[in-house]
């Protein structure tokens, strides 16, 4: 299990971002900051999500999000 602090932001313009300051696990593992950014409209939100790790190095994703009919439970 992992600990850590986010917070979301939803701009007038529908860019919803999400950033983690970092989190510690249970088993001593550290995660370092990451941000997910979501632009889109329509039925397909393409979301960006950007790790920086606990040594300083980087990764970035593609993170397709599709808009779906809510099944009415």
């Not at 510690?24 to 790790?51: I, L, S, Y």
Request: charged share 25%; aromatic share 6%; proline share 3%.
């Amino acid at each position: 299990m992992c600990i850590g602090s986010s917070r979301a932001k939803l701009s007038k313009e529908g860019v919803l971002s999400v950033t983690s300051s970092g989190a510690a696990c249970t088993d001593g593992e550290r995660w370092g900051q990451a941000e997910m950014v979501c632009k889109g409209t329509g039925q397909r939100a393409p979301c960006t999500w950007v790790f920086k790790d606990a040594q300083g190095g980087r990764q970035s994703y593609e993170i397709p999000f599709v808009r779906v009919e809510s099944c009415g439970r």
